[in-house]
């Protein structure tokens, strides 16, 4: 399953920013990065209950 790894990757990314962002005093996570992690996370906990298109 290409696309499971891609997402799984891209989630890897996308957490490793925001825990570089908030490990520095000055700077936040963007609400964008925070909501695009839920959504992946949510795509990969419901991906047995997606049609195979």
């Known amino acids: 399953m290409r696309?499971?790894?891609?997402i799984r990757e891209?989630?890897?990314?996308?957490?490793d920013e925001h825990l570089k962002r908030m490990r520095q005093p000055d700077s936040y996570s963007?609400?964008?990065?925070?909501a695009m992690t839920g959504v992946l996370e949510w795509v990969l906990g419901d991906r047995e209950r997606f049609p195979d298109f």
């Open 3 to 6: 696309e499971e790894k891609e």
């Open 30 to 34: 963007p609400l964008g990065l925070v």
């Open 10 to 15: 891209a989630l890897k990314r996308l957490k």
